[in-house]
C-alpha cells in the first residue's frame, strides 16, 4: 500500500493543518503519516484527528523538519504538506528551502498550503486502484442507487473500475482473469491495486477464493441477505459504512481453505445445512431475508435422516454417526451449527469442525439450543451429541453420500479433503473490538 505522508506546520499554523486533516478525513485516513513532535501531540488530543494513525518524529527545535527530508530523501514518503508562516525569517523551522531541495531530488510532491496539499492528495488517491466486482441481482435494493452511492463514496480517493458479474458465469472466474492481468502488471502498479466484491456471501466467497493467496488486498461492500463474511470480520453492513472502511485502509489478514479443489472462505456443510440451504431457494430469500434460512432449517429439521461418518485427522479415523457435520473457517454467530466452540477464529490457521448426531428430532432441538447458547456466551459448547475438534487438514466420507454445501453453493463430493490456507487473505476491516 502507500508510503506515508509527511506533516509539518509552523506554530501559527498548527490550526489551519488540524482543519485541513478534519476535512480530509477519509483521504488521509489509508496513509501511515508522519509529524514533527509537537504537531503529532496535538493531532492526539484533538479529537477531529485522534483516530489517525501517527508516528511522531522529533520536535521542530530538535531537527524534526531534517528528520522529515531524511525520510523523503530514503524513499519512505510520498506527500509533504508543510504549512508555513509566510512570514517568518528565513531560516525559522521548518525551513522551507530544505523541504524543497529534498523533495526536489526525490520527486516528491511538496504542498504549502490547503489547495495545493487537496489537490495533491487526490493524485496519490488516484494512484490506488479499485476493481470493484458488482453483483447487480444481489440484495433486495435499487442495484443503479446502490452503485451510484458506492462510487460517490470511492471515487474521490481511489481510481475505480467496475466489472458487473454475469448472469450464468461465476464470478471467480471474472476475478481469476482479473487477477491474472494484476500480477503481470510491474510490481510498484499491482501493489497499489485492490479487489472490492460487492454482493451476497456467494459473490463475495467467490472473489476472495480468487484472490486468496495472492497478497492482493481485498475490500467487502455486502449486499446480500445473511452477509456472514462481513459480519465475522465487523465490516458494517451498511453501504456507506462499508465503503468507508475501505477508504480507512486497516486491514485484517485472515485464512481461507479448500475443499478437494473447491476455494472455500466461509464454511462448508454435510448433512442439515447442505439440506437447509438447498431449501432456502433465492425467491424465498427475497420474500423473508434472513427468517427464510429459520424456516427452511424447521423443514429440514423435520426430514432430516443421520448417517454414517468416517472423519480423519492427522492420520487418527474415527466413526461417527451423525445429522450434521459443519467445517468453518470463517463464520458469524448467526452461523449457528458452526458454534461448537463459542465463535470461529478466523486467523488461528485451524478449521473449526463441529459434528452432530442427535438420534431424535428433540435431541437436535436440545442441540441446536446448546449451539446457540455457546455462540451467545463465546464458550465452548458442553452436549453429548456435539463434537468438536479443530483441526488444520480434515478428510470425511459418508455412507450413504450427503449432499455438500460450500459457501452458500451445492455441490457434490464424497470423500471431501479440508485444507487450511493460513494467511493467505488481506481484507480492509475494522480494527478489532478489544
Known amino acids: 500500500m502507500a508510503h506515508a505522508l509527511a506533516l509539518l506546520a509552523s506554530e501559527t499554523r498548527r490550526e489551519a493543518l488540524l482543519d485541513w486533516l478534519d476535512r480530509q478525513a477519509l483521504a488521509v485516513a489509508g496513509f501511515p503519516l508522519l509529524a514533527t513532535a509537537e504537531l503529532a501531540e496535538r493531532l492526539r488530543n484533538d479529537p477531529r484527528t485522534a483516530q489517525l494513525r501517527v508516528t511522531p518524529l522529533a520536535a521542530l527545535a530538535e531537527g524534526g523538519d531534517i528528520q522529515v527530508a531524511a525520510e523523503v530523501l530514503a524513499g519512505a514518503v510520498d506527500l509533504v504538506v508543510a504549512f508555513l508562516d509566510p512570514a517568518a525569517p528565513a531560516g525559522t523551522s521548518p525551513d522551507a528551502g530544505l523541504l524543497m531541495r529534498a523533495c526536489d531530488l526525490a520527486a516528491v510532491p511538496l504542498a504549502f498550503n490547503a489547495a495545493t496539499a487537496e489537490l495533491a492528495l487526490r493524485g496519490l488517491s488516484h494512484g490506488r486502484s479499485a476493481y470493484l466486482l458488482f453483483n447487480p441481482v444481489a440484495g433486495q435494493g435499487d442495484a443503479n442507487a446502490d452503485l451510484a452511492l458506492i462510487r460517490s463514496i ?13 448472469a450464468g458465469s461465476d464470478p471467480a472466474d471474472q476475478c481469476r482473469e482479473l487477477v491474472e ?12 491495486a485492490m479487489i472490492v466484491a460487492c454482493g451476497g456471501d456467494g459473490t463475495v466467497s467467490a472473489v476472495a477464493g ?3 493467496g495472492t497478497g492482493i488486498p481485498l475490500g467487502v461492500i455486502p449486499r446480500g441477505t445473511a452477509n456472514a463474511f462481513a459480519s465475522a470480520l465487523f465490516i458494517p453492513t451498511d453501504l456507506v459504512a462499508a465503503c468507508e472502511t475501505i477508504l480507512a485502509g486497516h486491514t485484517h489478514v485472515v485464512d481461507a481453505a479448500r475443499c478437494n479443489d473447491v476455494p472455500m472462505t466461509l464454511l462448508a456443510g454435510v448433512g442439515f445445512e447442505a439440506g437447509m440451504v438447498d431449501r432456502a431457494t433465492r425467491e424465498l430469500k427475497t420474500m423473508l ?6 424456516l427452511a432449517g424447521a423443514q429440514q429439521l423435520a426430514s432430516q435422516q443421520p448417517f454414517r461418518a468416517r472423519v480423519e485427522i492427522d492420520g487418527t479415523v474415527t466413526d461417527v454417526q451423525a445429522a450434521a457435520i459443519t467445517v468453518a473457517n470463517v463464520a458469524p454467530a448467526t452461523s449457528v451449527l458452526a458454534q461448537g466452540f463459542g465463535r470461529v477464529i478466523p486467523d488461528d490457521g485451524l478449521l473449526e469442525v463441529t459434528i452432530a448426531s442427535p438420534a431424535t428430532r428433540l435431541q437436535g432441538l436440545n ?3 446448546s449451539l446457540l447458547t455457546s455462540a451467545v456466551v463465546q464458550s465452548p459448547a458442553n452436549h453429548p451429541d456435539l463434537l468438536c475438534l479443530r483441526a488444520s487438514r480434515i478428510t470425511i466420507t459418508t455412507d450413504p453420500p450427503q ?4 459457501d452458500g453453493e451445492m455441490l457434490e463430493a464424497d470423500p471431501v479433503t479440508f485444507t487450511c490456507l493460513p494467511g493467505a487473505l488481506t481484507v480492509f476491516a475494522p480494527l478489532p473490538p478489544p
Open 154 to 166: 470511492l471515487e474521490p480517493q481511489l481510481l475505480v473500475t467496475v466489472l458487473l458479474t454475469r
Open 181 to 192: 492481468l494484476l500480477q503481470a502488471r510491474p510490481a510498484d502498479e499491482a501493489g497499489n
Open 210 to 212: 480468487a484472490v486468496a
Open 289 to 294: 431475508g434472513p427468517l427464510a434460512y429459520v
Open 367 to 369: 442441540a441446536l439450543a
Open 403 to 406: 449432499r455438500l454445501v460450500i
